[in-house]
């Protein structure tokens, strides 16, 4: 499926160099990405269980990108994925540290240019009551989207899909939907938007075409996969080239993240189904 005049062509991607080119050290994935003719990529928070990491560490983040001509177009407040989590902002546990990253993660995006942040939900949390959890992620989420604001970014709120987060309690477009409405209306800003993973939403069992028509106006990302394995485009059940006509007809002129594990481990190797003409991101 090689996008040549198809409907991937009128899109503009962007990969996100935490699940692609993994096989190879952060700090070489920017140049890597470039070398395969992207001009734009995206992390989910990329220091760990670090909220607040030393200036140096920012510092050789951002130079790598800058060496590479690659623009970091979206970027996840703590995440803390790799420890199991599925992001902090509903945690009371971790009210704290999300609230110190804040600010962190909004000067290091305002530093690259970044229009877009994400920040994952939460599980929840055994003995907690989930109303408690909410109210704290509201409060965190209008924290978010005001940092946002400030740099003249977006806020984006992604539903996960339950068999692989069965703890996570926004599995479905509409109840993130949902929290994106009541931060918009918290904040009167209206920067908080929906965060559309087709990979995640077709492992609920979502219609798709539905979902798109049904929320483009709230749509502030899209990110894809196929299913079921996660892999890139053309390896499972999905129909991108209506997706992507879909996307289009609805109205969609934002990026398409590529956030997909290459199904023969190198990533380098899964971009055929995308022309390298159409790699380059208009930034």
Known sequence: MAAGTSAAARHSFTVNLSILFG????????????AAGFTAAELWWPFGEEHDPSEAELDALRKAF???????TGLNFLDDLTRGARGTVSLPSERDRFRANVPVTAALAASLGTPALNALYGNRVE??????QDALALENLV???RAAHGIGAILLVEALNRPESPDYPLVSAAAAVEVVDKVNAATGLGNAKFLCD???LARNGEDLAAVIDTYADRIGHVQIADTPARNEPGTGGLDFEDLFARLTAAGYTGRIGLEYRPSTGVSADSFEWLAREHRAAAL
């Open 23 to 34: 096989e190879l050290p952060l700090l070489e994935r920017p140049a890597a990405a470039a």
């Open 66 to 72: 800058t060496d590479a001509g690659v623009r970091l």
């Open 127 to 132: 003995g907690v009551d989930p109303a408690e």
């Open 143 to 145: 924290l978010a989207a």
């Open 198 to 200: 087709l990979y995640h």
